[in-house]
């Protein structure tokens, strides 16, 4: 069974600068999560998808950061402008989420982003 | 609000040997799941362990058992025989219900041969 795959890897921007991570899930997996992880801090969520639903967003900083997972399947993050504090690993994770007693969650690789 | 706490920032262990990692968490919930993650170097992050807070035994997956104490509201996992693939960043996590992840800041276990 192929993992969460994530791409780009790594990325080096310039402050207000654009950039857009993208995650693919493990098949037929319904729930999606982005994490932001800022070095020495464990991940911190940032939006839930449910399907193409959004189930959770309230850590998203909407001025600047969205998300969209089209058909269900693959998502993108988008940040517009970058500030130097995005620096950080953005991670995705999918889960089958056959109920909160069975839910694990499968992390990709994650992006590292590096605002200068 | 829920916290998790690592008070830990750093251990080491010496190849064989046992080691154990302290969490301890804040919640007015009665009914919760905690978890432990590992995060190895440039790699990604997996599942080592979860409790389910309504069951008193304690979680055990190989060489990884957990000593959940919920009353102390503290949950700490042990590793037995430590290997070199150990070596890691180790997260504590909760979560309730339909919410979400709630992680601590990690602790970085160094395997010393």
């Known amino acids: 069974e192929a993992g969460v795959a994530q791409s780009p890897r790594y990325k080096i921007i310039e402050k207000r600068q654009s950039v857009a991570f993208w995650c693919n899930p493990i098949s037929g997996h319904a729930t999606l999560y982005w994490y932001q992880q800022i070095l020495g801090q464990g991940p911190k969520l940032l939006i839930q998808f449910q399907n193409n639903g959004v189930v959770d967003d309230s850590q998203l900083p909407k001025d600047r950061f969205s998300a969209e997972r089209l058909k269900g399947v693959d998502s993108t993050l988008k940040i517009q402008p970058a500030k130097l504090e995005d620096s950080a690993v953005y991670l995705c994770a999918s889960s089958y989420n056959p109920g909160p007693r069975l839910e694990t969650q499968y992390f990709g690789p994650g992006t590292r982003l590096l605002v200068l | 609000a829920q916290t998790v706490t690592q008070s830990q920032p750093e251990m080491s262990v010496q190849e064989a040997e046992t080691v154990t990692l302290s969490c301890t968490y804040d919640t007015s919930e009665s009914d919760y799941y905690l978890f432990w993650y590992k995060q190895p170097p440039s790699r990604q992050m997996i599942l080592v362990i979860r409790?389910?807070?309504?069951?008193?035994q304690n979680a055990t997956e190989n060489r990884f058992s957990v000593n959940f104490q919920k009353a102390a509201k503290s949950f700490s996992l042990k590793i037995s025989d430590s290997q070199l693939g150990d070596a890691a960043m180790y997260f504590c996590?909760?979560?309730?219900?339909?919410?979400?992840?709630?992680f601590g800041t990690g602790t970085r276990l160094t395997v010393i041969p």
């Open positions: 996590a909760y979560k309730t219900g339909a919410n979400n992840l709630f």
């Open positions: 409790q389910e807070a309504y069951k008193q």
